[in-house]
């Protein structure tokens, strides 16, 4: 029977007693609890059986465990202090505190197995470990026993297992990382740490400290991880100029807890790697001539090729070849030196090796780093001190005396005497001591104006040594003149003109060749000739109506550069009349009328002239205005007076709103005839005729107006479209160097193979040296025949499975493979591109040996724009479909532009690229030049441009096609 109830306050439980010996004894288990402080513990005993008599508590004992972590607290801080090292030493301390009514007090203390419990000192410091239990490794707590446990602040101290069990330095070495002690700069490397085996599974809230220490003790790198494995690398890491060198310390510290109060396992491990570097060892005179017992003072350079700074203090020792060897004193900024005694050394070579070393830096030995040659003296040069003064192309001679330094006297014998002039020159030895320098002057001055030269000059004797002198040769060029065949020209807008000039010596008027021609001119010119006299062709399509100034300046290596102007006026371009079915004369009755035509063309081009404002006037004091009627045709129906009789001249006044025509007055011809009384019978065979007239003027109009222009404008047409015909013929194009014969840019555009370039190429040259042999065979008319073609730099040769055009122009040979023969266009075209070629890379061409940098990039640039090879290119259709739309709907674009615009839209719905010749073979129109010409309509109206074309940018096409 429960006589007793006991009440837990703080959880408000009841708990029942159990009998430990029947009628004297009771006790209960309470319910374990943990409290943050100092706290009291209540509890309330009454009688649980109503109606029975009161009964009496004798005694009431109370037994307590306390559970602590034994890394719990340190110095009044959570957690317990380790010192790194093998073992991990801990220690951790516990503030005791008894009431002093409890008895048999002990402690038991919880610890992990692989401490072991090294000293634990009670309240005043006596180590009570012999008198406690469980300290060893292996258990997992420790007893206090009852009389010593005992209140005040104890201190436990213990040691653990290393939990880090390697770590080393891995340097690349290009392949892998392999195993270091020591890394230099430029090395990559990382740093490699292994865990304990027991650690396999346990990874989990542990981490790893990593630090590098500079040598001085300062941080260089620290970083904290989380293993994800118990082997792992930090890094890759580059060795830069901010790692000095010296002895780095690498720390390793790894924990199993980042709870300072739960850490009980730690791992630790530091080693050290060094940081060298490369170094250079110098003489700073590795060759000296001595006589015998004079002062020798050698030195020599260590220096840091890593940081670009010098060694001090470093230990370089030397030997000779005479057996003398030493330590050399360090003199400052990296020169170590030595004086050496040189007494009683024969004649001859003698030679010093050494060897330099300091810590940290790579050790260098050098074998014979400089050279002592023992002679009998110095060797003296007499030369003249003052400037010797020359022209070009002729010679500068001087007398030297070479003599002994000590003795002052010549050395007869012979010298080896040298300079550094940098054209011929030529040393006569007198073999008595003296020489001649005779220095030529051909090709001096480059620069066309006077120009002084430092020459030195060398000599050297057997066991005298060897000195310089130097000497200043002052050269002037020789004066010279540009003679051009024209001071003024006066030029059409939009047409070209020529101008010879040549480059002579002004005292000999003898031409000057392979002179250098710069010219200054605001449009492009192309120089048809330079042997020895220059033809040049220039051009005013870039210019405006005006007066420029054309200029000349012609050099050459010795001679004056020279500068010529020729001034040009670029003048408006005539208005060409042609008056239509009338010759001369118009004749015309008085009282009559008159129709009377006009077409309007641009001179040179041949364009028609629409829109211009036409007038006439005549002595009858009638004017008026021609009226346009379309294709640069004007019209005028002109009434004659009755009293009119005679010749007249009617005067037509043309003038246009374009500055780049010039207004003209065109007076045409009249002739007025007086009629004849009336025959009725001379009228019926008038009017009978009238309709034959009538015929027949229909008939003159077709065949003189109409059936021409239409001829002139189908020619314009084919014109037009000759340079997709033209591209369509390219197969590929090669250029060579013209005096050997060696390929430096060849292309195929087809699917034609050029093969070897050099088998092509030769087989070209050989031809040409075969054609140019047969031409020095022939008589004097053949020769003129053949000049005449090789003036005009092209030739073509058809072979049976295409056509070959060849263009030699000064530097440069180019060739263009066609699948059949070529139009006038294509020859001009590669003309001028040879021409071009050899303007911008003439000298590179010239001085060819093999390399192909800098050909490919511009030529490219020149075949595009001369040979308008973007037709081979792909193409692309504008995005904006409202503008299709327009197009499509308005009368802008012909029946043929909408069908091939169908076409291109229909492809680009699959492929947003496409290329010209595809849109041709897909389109059904058995004529290809409507399509031809509808294409170049299409590009003109950027419907559809090039793959790389831009919004904005001007459209590369329009100057090929036009």
């Not at 007198?430 to 060398?458: K, Q, R």
């Not at 997709?724 to 195929?748: E, H, R, T, W, Y």
Request: charged share 20%; glycine share 6%; proline share 3%.
């Amino acid at each position: 029977m429960n006589i007793v109830r006991i009440k837990d306050v703080e959880f408000n439980s009841n708990y029942t007693y159990i009998n430990t010996t029947y009628g004297k004894g009771y006790y209960y288990n309470a319910t374990e609890r943990t409290l943050p402080g100092t706290g009291n513990i209540e509890f309330t005993i009454s009688q649980n059986i109503i109606g029975i008599d009161d009964f009496d508590i004798a005694i009431i004992t109370i037994t307590a465990n306390l559970m602590k972590r034994i890394n719990s607290s340190m110095n009044g801080l959570d957690g317990s202090l380790f010192t790194p090292g093998t073992p991990i030493t801990w220690r951790t301390n516990l503030v005791i505190t008894i009431p002093n009514d409890y008895k048999n007090n002990r402690a038991e203390i919880t610890k992990p197995p692989d401490w072991n419990i090294t000293q634990i000192l009670d309240g005043y410091d006596v180590n009570r470990i012999q008198d406690c239990t469980g300290t060893n490794p292996g258990s997992v707590k420790f007893s206090i026993p009852n009389g010593i446990f005992d209140q005040g602040l104890w201190e436990i101290e213990v040691t653990s297992s290393n939990y880090i069990a390697n770590g080393s330095l891995f340097v690349w070495n290009e392949t892998a990382y392999i195993e270091e002690s020591s890394i230099t700069m430029g090395s990559s490397y990382r740093i490699n740490v292994g865990l304990n085996d027991s650690l396999i599974g346990e990874l989990t809230d542990t981490q790893i400290n990593f630090t590098i220490e500079y040598p001085n003790g300062t941080i260089f790198y620290q970083n904290t991880s989380i293993p994800y494995s118990i082997e792992m690398n930090f890094g890759t890491y580059d060795v830069g100029k901010n790692m000095t060198i010296g002895t780095y310390q690498v720390i390793l510290l790894w924990t199993n807890n980042q709870s300072y109060s739960s850490r009980d396992k730690v791992g630790f491990l530091q080693f050290g790697f060094d940081v060298w570097h490369h170094t250079n060892l110098t003489a700073v005179k590795s060759y000296e001539e001595k006589v015998s017992g004079e002062p020798f003072l050698m030195k020599v350079e260590f220096f840091d090729d890593d940081s670009n700074i010098f060694i001090d203090f470093a230990t370089v020792t030397y030997n000779s070849t005479f057996g003398t060897s030493g330590t050399m004193v360090y003199f400052g900024s990296g020169v170590y030196v030595i004086d050496m005694d040189i007494s009683g050394l024969p004649l001859g070579n003698h030679y010093f090796s050494f060897n330099a070393s300091k810590i940290h830096y790579e050790n260098q030995s050098i074998r014979n780093l400089i050279q002592l040659k023992i002679i009998n003296q110095t060797l003296a040069l007499e030369i003249p001190q003052t400037v010797i003064n020359v022209d070009a192309y002729s010679y500068a001679i001087l007398l030297l005396k070479v003599k002994g330094a000590s003795s002052g006297t010549l050395l007869p014998g012979g010298a080896n005497i040298t300079t550094d002039w940098h054209k011929e020159y030529w040393v006569t030895d007198h073999l008595n001591g003296t020489a001649t320098l005779n220095f030529s002057t051909n090709h001096v001055p480059d620069g066309g104006i006077i120009e002084t030269f430092t020459v030195t000059v060398f000599a050297n004797k057997t066991n005298f040594g060897s000195t310089s002198a130097f000497i200043s040769i002052t050269v002037h060029p020789l004066s010279t003149d540009i003679n051009v065949n024209a001071s003024t020209i006066d030029v059409k807008l939009n047409t070209n003109f020529i101008l010879k000039l040549n480059y002579s010596d002004d005292e000999t008027d003898q031409i000057i060749s392979e002179a250098i021609l710069n010219v200054s001119w605001g449009s492009s010119y192309n120089i048809l000739s330079n042997d020895n006299n220059y033809i040049i062709n220039f051009s005013t399509f870039d210019l405006s109506l005006g007066s420029y100034t054309l200029f000349f300046q012609l050099s050459h290596p010795g001679y004056e550069t020279a500068f010529a102007n020729v001034y040009v006026n670029v003048l408006p371009l005539e208005i060409d009349v042609e008056t239509i079915a009338l010759n001369g004369t118009l004749d015309v009755f008085a009282g009559g009328s008159s129709v009377i035509r006009i077409l309007l063309t641009e001179e040179s081009s041949g364009n028609t002239i629409d829109n211009a404002n036409v007038t006439f006037s005549w002595r009858f004091r009638l004017f008026g205005e021609l009226e346009y009627v379309g294709n640069g045709i004007y019209e005028l129906i002109l009434n004659i007076p009755e009293s009119a009789e005679g010749a007249y001249t009617l005067n037509i006044i043309i003038i246009t709103d374009d500055p780049e025509l010039k207004n003209r007055n065109f007076p045409l011809n009249i002739y007025v005839l007086r009629g004849t009384p009336t025959n009725f019978l001379f009228i019926g065979i008038v009017i009978a005729l009238l309709s034959v007239v009538g015929v027949l003027a229909t008939l003159s109009l077709r065949s003189y107006v109409i059936i021409p222009r239409k001829r002139k404008n189908e020619q314009i047409f084919q014109n037009t479209i000759q340079v997709f015909k033209d591209v369509k013929n390219i197969q590929a194009v090669m250029f060579i160097q013209k005096l050997s014969g060696v390929p430096f840019f060849n292309k195929d555009y087809t699917t034609f193979d050029s093969g070897d370039n050099s088998l092509l190429s030769g087989f070209i040259q050989a031809i040409t040296i075969f054609g140019e042999k047969m031409i020095n065979g022939e008589t004097s008319d053949q020769k003129r025949k053949h000049k005449a073609i090789y003036s005009k730099h092209i030739i073509e040769l058809n072979f049976k499975y295409f056509h070959l055009l060849i263009c030699d122009y000064q530097s440069v040979r180019s060739l263009l493979i066609l699948k059949e023969h070529s139009s006038d266009r294509l020859k001009r075209q590669f003309y001028l591109l040879s021409v071009e070629i050899d303007a911008k890379l003439g000298d590179k061409i010239e001085k060819f040996s093999g390399d192909l940098t800098g050909f490919e990039t511009k030529i490219n640039i020149l075949l595009d724009k001369f040979l308008s090879l973007y037709y081979s290119e792909p193409f692309k259709l504008v995005d904006s479909a409202s503008y299709m739309q327009y197009l499509k709907k308005s009368r802008e674009l012909q029946s043929i532009d909408v069908r091939i615009l169908n076409v291109i839209i229909a492809r680009t719905k699959f492929e947003k690229e496409f290329t010209l010749n595809k849109i041709v073979e897909e389109t059904n129109e058995k004529n290809i030049d409507l399509i031809y010409g509808s294409l170049l309509n299409l590009i003109g109206r950027n419907i559809i441009v090039p793959i790389h074309y831009k919004k904005g940018d001007s459209h590369p096409l329009l100057g090929g096609l036009k």
